[in-house]
């Protein structure tokens, strides 16, 4: 059966008295100034008219028309207002509005629970006329760590809620509609507003002493002392001085709405960061193969050693030593798409990676050799050294060795020369000679294609030789 609808007036005053209703009943500041202007002014004005009202038996002190206007009319008229036959109505009708807020505050600690009447009595009144709002302070991320009999928390608003830098705090209403606070000196919340969890916004260091994990191609690799720093996802906001701590409110959510529950109950967000470093790892590992894993390592520190100043490669050293990888260089590595997709769907993100060690093993049975892993990582280190050996940086040092034996050659025979003379003018003489001829013995072995070709200006610098030889030879050697 189809309901008949109201008449265009009748509707309109429908709408007006729900809009009241609403803002009478509102579970805000709003609602609560008016419900205590109502009481006041309604208490006020029938105190008012009860005393327009007895006037006529009111007698006037005959002390009083002695004192000076408007001295006189005013204490006279101020008496009227507790004349017995004013006061007579107005005392039974305190008593029944301070009776009734009684009665509701015992209901209240009743239903509630509340240890402490007063408790119940102060929240009646913040709540219904706006009187005494109670005040929490958030200074960490865990709920738990704060006054859990606080009226915010045990009963919910209307209140303020103090957030401290480097938090966030999450309030849910009654329709279970939540709101994020993030750090602020004073927030209000409203009436059955509940402090849902708390969140710390701030860095947050884990470590764990090893990681066991499996390359793409059956590998075990151990990685040793690692630390991860998360944070709160921050929804792309740099930080900066007036925003420290940025944060993204769908992420703060998540946290507060996505503990684990386990046989203790929820369990924190930050309780869960250990096992989040150890499923991070597992994945970084689990996507590489020995071969791409190892070609993380710096090469000259894995595959080169100095011995005897020639750079050689230790190959058993190589295969059994810790591994590391730099910090900077590991954590570019971790900020993958997907790894950011998979941290940001728990609300958080990766500040920076640092392992200590990464030691490479074989995951097999008990009864089989663990020699496989060497056995990739020395192939691979053949691979690097053939690499090593024919890239320009090795020729080149080689080139640059061979031309300092040649320099400590020539330097070695002209200090001979020098020595067996000991005329001043033969051993200038001598001494241009032997650089002459130097000189230009390495120039013709350069021409005839033994190492690289020889620098321009040599030449000349022969031709220059040769002049100052014979200006010397023509001044008689003195």
């Given at each position: 059966m189809r309901q008949q609808a109201l008449p265009r007036p009748a509707q309109t005053v429908r709408n007006v008295i729900g809009?009241?209703?609403?803002?009478?009943?509102?579970?805000?500041?709003?609602?609560?100034?008016?419900?205590?202007?109502l009481v006041l002014g309604s208490f006020a004005l029938a105190w008012t008219l009860l005393t327009l009202g007895n006037l006529q038996n009111v007698t006037a002190s005959t002390w009083l028309t002695a004192l000076p206007f408007p001295l006189g009319p005013a204490i006279d008229l101020g008496g009227a207002f507790f004349a017995p036959g004013v006061l007579i109505h107005m005392v039974p009708l305190a008593a029944g509005l301070w009776l009734g807020n009684r009665i509701a505050a015992h209901y209240l600690s009743d239903l509630l629970e509340l240890e402490q009447f007063s408790v119940a009595a102060h929240y009646l009144r913040a709540s219904l006329i706006g009187i005494g709002y109670d005040v929490l302070r958030v200074d960490t991320g865990e709920l738990g760590s704060l006054d859990l009999k606080h009226p915010l928390i045990s009963i919910g608003?209307?209140?303020?809620?103090?957030?401290?830098?480097?938090?966030?705090?999450?309030?849910?209403?009654?329709?279970?509609?939540?709101?994020?606070?993030?750090?602020?000196?004073?927030?209000?919340?409203?009436?059955?507003?509940?402090?849902?969890?708390?969140?710390?916004?701030?860095?947050?260091?884990?470590?764990?002493?090893?990681?066991?994990?499996?390359?793409?191609?059956?590998?075990?690799?151990?990685?040793?002392?690692?630390?991860?720093?998360?944070?709160?996802?921050?929804?792309?906001?740099?930080?900066?001085?007036?925003?420290?701590?940025?944060?993204?409110?769908?992420?703060?959510?998540?946290?507060?709405?996505?503990?684990?529950?386990?046989?203790?109950g929820p369990r924190k967000w930050t309780e869960n960061l250990k096992d989040l470093v150890s499923r991070e790892i597992m994945a970084f590992v689990s996507d590489l193969t020995i071969e791409e894993f190892m070609a993380l390592q710096p090469t000259r520190e894995l595959i080169l050693g100095e011995r005897g100043g020639s750079m050689q490669i230790d190959r058993a050293a190589s295969t059994t030593r810790p591994l590391h990888i730099p910090r900077r260089q590991l954590t570019e590595r971790f900020h993958t798409p997907e790894a950011r997709r998979r941290l940001q769907d728990e609300g958080l993100e990766l500040a920076?990676?640092?392992?200590?060690?990464?030691?490479?093993?074989?995951?097999?049975?008990?009864?089989?050799?663990?020699?496989?892993?060497?056995?990739?990582?020395?192939?691979?280190?053949?691979?690097?050294?053939?690499?090593?050996?024919?890239s320009p940086e090795p020729m080149e040092d080689k080139g640059i060795q061979i031309e300092g034996e040649v320099a400590r050659a020539l330097f070695s025979k002209m200090l001979d020369e020098w020595q067996g003379i000991e005329a001043a003018g033969s051993r200038c003489q001598r001494m241009l000679t032997v650089l002459h001829e130097s000189l230009r013995d390495l120039f013709v072995q350069r021409l005839s294609g033994q190492g690289d070709a020889p620098p321009a200006g040599v030449r000349a610098a022969l031709d220059h030789l040769a002049q100052l030889a014979r200006a010397q030879e023509a001044g008689g050697g003195a």
């Open positions: 809009m009241g209703f609403d803002i009478l009943l509102d579970r805000g500041r709003r609602g609560a100034n008016l419900r205590m202007a608003g209307p209140g303020y809620l103090q957030v401290n830098l480097g938090f966030a705090a999450v309030v849910e209403d009654i329709d279970g509609i939540p709101r994020v606070i993030g750090p602020s000196a004073s927030t209000f919340i409203h009436g059955f507003e509940r402090l849902r969890d708390a969140v710390d916004l701030r860095d947050q260091l884990r470590n764990v002493d090893e990681v066991r994990a499996v390359t793409r191609d059956g590998i075990e690799i151990r990685a040793r002392e690692v630390q991860m720093v998360f944070r709160v996802f921050s929804g792309g906001k740099p930080r900066s001085l007036a925003d420290p701590y940025p944060y993204s409110e769908e992420a703060v959510r998540r946290l507060a709405y996505g503990q684990a529950v386990t046989e203790e920076w990676v640092g392992v200590g060690t990464w030691e490479v093993g074989y995951r097999g049975g008990a009864d089989e050799p663990e020699t496989l892993g060497e056995t990739l990582i020395g192939a691979w280190l053949d691979l690097q050294r053939a690499r090593q050996a024919h």
